[in-house]
């Protein structure tokens, strides 16, 4: 099986996009910090001078997106280290473990809101008046915030980062917020108090909908949903098409943040040799990262035949039993470079190579072997068949090496 990068020049490039990626996602993060910071300092001063209640309560939602910013720019600095003796597969799902909290957030802001609302429907009797200046401050805080959620959610679409999203949409939860207080605050100037609560209770349900759905993904990510059909339809036909390829008879895909892993269960021909499998599994590989810039690293691994229902060559016996009854059938020692096992099915094909040099193998100890073989090899639990080939030493370069009469 193959896994790992051994490309530098990818290597590299991705190095370069994972540290503009970090730079891109800490900058928008801070500007959405600093933002807030300035909200919530006109908020509570505004919300204390005009009597507004509910602007000081968005005041406190603001200064919470605040500590929520700290937790993502925590998680974005994680989810950028590279891989380590404990996190092989690098920290991105810190990514989505911020993701998951930052959806419950989410959620938990709309149930607020909700509570909330109910509360002032049932005290619209009781609320206090309110001065002009807090309809001003929470228009302005609704148009910052719904220009800080454009800016980010451009950037972490871009970046497809879904934990940057989820941020961002916490923003637009915000500038909804604060279209609430813009409301309650309207209405209550108007004569109309039940507007704030209605609106609230609208706004609410869309916030506790976003987060809920947020949570869902992040879940999904974390016990490791494969991607969508047509996707996986993609990177299978480029396995599928790359040389020495017969067959792809399991492949698996899960996402690690913005990034996707991918196992590959591939079928060649079964009598090549190793070095050669592994140049095509090695190619199947590249291929996929090329073809798929979303995808992280490639595990293949190479089968000689389709063993989805179950490999039935876990039966038999290693190398070392198989060679023991291979000198018994031929009546010949034999050592360990002279077979060549191909495991089969439920058997095995055996090639038998004679060195000429070793032992002046004639025609009559060749045909002497076979007619053991005849007899024996039918009812021979392990074996098949068995090839025997005659080799005779050569020189080349000054080496010797062997070769097939």
């Not at 090695?282 to 090329?290: F, W």
């Not at 004639?362 to 072997?369: I, T, V």
Request: proline residues 3%.
């Amino acid at each position: 099986m193959l896994r790992g990068t051994h490309d530098p020049l990818h290597r590299h490039a991705s190095d370069d996009a994972a540290t503009q990626r970090f730079a891109d996602g800490q900058r928008i993060t801070w500007v959405s910090v600093g933002v807030n910071a300035v909200l919530t300092a006109m908020q509570m001063v505004v919300g204390f001078i005009a009597h507004s209640q509910s602007l000081i309560a968005d005041a406190m939602h603001t200064f919470a997106d605040i500590i929520s910013d700290a937790f993502v720019l925590y998680a974005n600095r994680k989810g950028a280290e590279g891989v380590d003796a404990n996190h092989p597969y690098g920290h991105g799902r810190y990514e989505t473990a911020a993701s998951l909290v930052l959806g419950l957030l989410l959620a938990g802001t709309g149930v607020g809101i909700l509570i909330s609302a109910a509360g002032r429907l049932s005290n619209l009797g009781s609320l206090p008046p309110v001065g002009v200046a807090a309809l001003w401050a929470a228009l302005f805080t609704l148009a910052a915030k719904e220009g800080l959620f454009r800016y980010m959610l451009r950037t972490a679409e871009r970046l497809r980062s879904p934990m940057l999203v989820a941020n961002a949409w916490h923003a637009r939860a915000d500038a909804l917020s604060s279209l609430v207080v813009a409301a309650g605050i309207g209405g209550a100037l108007l004569g109309f108090n039940f507007a704030d609560a209605v609106a609230a209770i609208i706004v609410g349900a869309m916030i506790v909908r976003a987060g809920l759905r947020f949570t869902w993904e992040a879940m999904r990510e974390l016990i490791d949903t494969g991607l969508a059909a047509e996707e996986v339809a993609a990177i299978r036909k480029t396995v599928i098409t790359s040389p020495g390829v017969r067959g792809l008879h399991e492949l698996r895909t899960r996402h690690m943040a913005h990034q996707v892993l991918v196992d590959a269960h591939v079928q060649v021909d079964p009598r090549i040799s190793v070095s050669e499998g592994h140049w095509i599994a090695e190619t199947a590989r590249n291929r996929v990262l090329d073809s798929h810039p979303e995808v992280l690293d490639v595990l293949v691994h190479v089968d000689a035949e389709n063993d989805i229902l179950g490999n039935l060559a876990l039966k038999l016996p290693s190398r070392e039993v198989l060679l023991a009854s291979l000198r018994d059938l031929l009546g010949c020692d034999l050592d360990d470079k002279q077979a060549l096992l191909h495991y089969l099915g439920s058997k095995v094909e055996a090639e038998v190579f004679i060195p000429e040099a070793a032992g002046a193998v004639d025609e009559a100890r060749l045909a002497q072997m076979k007619d053991r073989l005849a007899s024996a090899l039918p009812g021979n639990p392990w074996f098949s068949a068995v090839h025997i080939n005659q080799a005779y030493a050569t020189q080349r370069g000054g080496e010797l090496i062997n070769a097939l009469k």
